[in-house]
């Protein structure tokens, strides 16, 4: 009897089933293996095969994955769907993105993409509101939605901390957003900012007439997070915001379970995702992490500037696209442009990626020379006159603030 060996992985006249998870690779095979072992290789060690000939005592399930086209360096594979524990994100991970990531018949592998099928995709609830907070929430019609992250990012007395977010929401900013290494120290406590920052929040509402919101970062170990999460709702939250790739994919699953309960959004902040995506050719890419953001549920999520401000970003209109696309049913997520970003970059950034986004800003508010609560005025002030489809200079000579920030940093 034949054993299951690397060769059996292989067959490029394969077609896979709908019902199969199919996913595209860029492989560079070791100095000593032709890119069809390689490519059988990973299709084995990321399902159910290893380096030893295998011999099989009676009947098995076969859950092998199959290698079916290789074109260049890119290859796909198909994924039988009972390889997968529905709705456990964390195990398919760790077959599509799990050992091979380190296998030494490889000198470089990432994962490219994935197509995901309608009935694993059913097994993950999706994001419960999706772009839709932009109008549900803030009723901003037909402009993208702003974020403000106080800067210095930790350090902030909670009363300093609050008053900067209180000067940006009365600024004409939507959301006040939590850094990601701020949570709960003892210059800054949790629930004191909570508390506080809702408090500034109604006053700005009342002074304003529009609506605002705060996004106050709960994440901490699994167990924590709830307790924050029924806080946020209990003291009259909208959302949370959770570092999803640093707290980990489990953890952001029991979290929008908890969400769905209170009626919440998620923002996801993406810290550490370049450990995964910044080599060109090596690990996830970040479209494939957002679409695991938006199939554990996240509502809003950070996908880079289109190359404006200050980060290095993949493709961030070509994961947008894909998280506005439809998959199977399942509500879009809204994309959050941020890094480096200030008021001259708006009409760009727009260009680029159109108004369905939140566009955050921290130094590009707080660095303004007249402080926070310009910083705000000029931000929105920008946007305004994008969605109006006025030219920026122009609508500038009206607005002093947008004057002063264009002064300072230009419109590149
Ligand atoms: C932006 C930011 C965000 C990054 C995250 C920062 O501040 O608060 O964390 O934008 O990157 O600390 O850098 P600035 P990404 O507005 O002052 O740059 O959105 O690419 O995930
Ligand atoms: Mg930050």
Same mark, same amino acid.
Not at 35 to 51: K, Q
Not at 78 to 88: C, H, K, R, T, V
Not at 180 to 187: H, I, K, S
Not at 295 to 313: F, M, P, R, S
């Given at each position: ?36 072992? $390689?490519?059988?290789? !990973? ?11 295998? &011999?099989?005592? #009676? ?23 009972? /390889? ?27 994962? /490219? ?27 901003? #019609?037909?402009?993208?939605?702003? $974020? ?14 609050? &008053? ?53 970062? !709960? ?20 959302? =949370? ?59 809003? +999520? ?8 200050? +980060? ?41 990626? @159109? ?6 800003? #921290?130094? #590009?508010?707080? @660095? ?13 002030? $920008?946007?305004?006159?994008? !969605?109006?489809? =006025? ?22």
């Amino acid at each position: 009897m034949a054993g299951i060996t690397y060769e059996d992985f292989l067959d490029t006249s394969y077609e896979p089933a709908d019902s199969e998870l199919v996913c595209t690779f860029s492989v560079d095979p070791a100095a000593d293996m032709d890119m069809a072992a $390689a490519a059988s290789r !990973v299709a084995s060690e990321s399902s159910n095969g290893t380096w030893a000939e295998l &011999q099989v005592d #009676g009947e098995i399930t076969d859950l092998s994955a199959t290698a079916f086209e290789i074109d260049g360096r890119r290859v796909q594979v198909a994924y039988p769907d009972s /390889l997968f524990e529905a709705g456990n994100m964390a195990q398919i991970l760790s077959c599509i993105a799990g050992n091979i990531m380190g296998m030494k018949a490889v000198d470089r592998i990432r994962l /490219l993409d994935c197509e995901w099928p309608e009935a694993l995709t059913a097994s993950f609830p999706g994001p419960r509101f999706g772009s839709a907070v932009r109008e549900s929430i803030f009723g901003a #019609g037909d402009r993208p939605i702003t $974020a403000t992250v106080p800067k210095p990012k930790v350090g902030l007395s909670t009363d300093q901390h609050v &008053q900067v977010g209180y000067e940006a929401w009365t600024g004409g900013i939507d959301l006040l957003k939590d850094d990601e290494n701020l949570t709960d120290q003892p210059f800054n406590p949790f629930r004191d900012r909570l508390i506080e920052s809702f408090g500034a929040r109604d006053r700005a509402e009342a002074e304003t007439g529009e609506k605002k919101s705060y996004l106050i970062n !709960v994440t901490a170990d699994t167990n924590t997070m709830l307790e924050r999460v029924d806080m946020v709702a209990e003291e009259g939250g909208e959302y =949370v915001m959770v570092d999803v790739i640093t707290c980990g994919w489990a953890a952001v699953q029991t979290v929008r379970d908890q969400c769905e309960k209170h009626d919440l959004a998620i923002h996801a902040h993406r810290a550490m995702h370049a450990a995964f995506d910044r080599v060109p050719n090596h690990g996830v890419s970040m479209r494939v992490l957002a679409q695991v953001a938006r199939l554990c549920g996240v509502d809003q +999520l950070h996908t880079g500037t289109a190359d404006l401000g200050k +980060l290095e970003n993949e493709d961030s209109r070509g994961i947008n696209d894909w998280l506005a696309s439809d998959l199977h049913g399942l509500r879009d997520v809204l994309p959050v442009a941020s890094g480096g970003l200030h008021p001259g970059l708006v009409p760009e950034l727009v260009d680029r990626l @159109g108004t369905n986004i939140c566009i955050q800003a #921290g130094g #590009g508010i707080h @660095g303004h020379p007249d402080g926070t609560h310009a910083g705000a005025k000029a931000l929105r002030q $920008a946007v305004d006159a994008t !969605v109006a489809g =006025v030219d920026l200079d122009e609508y500038a000579a009206e607005h002093p603030e947008l004057e002063t920030a264009i002064g300072k940093w230009g419109t590149e």
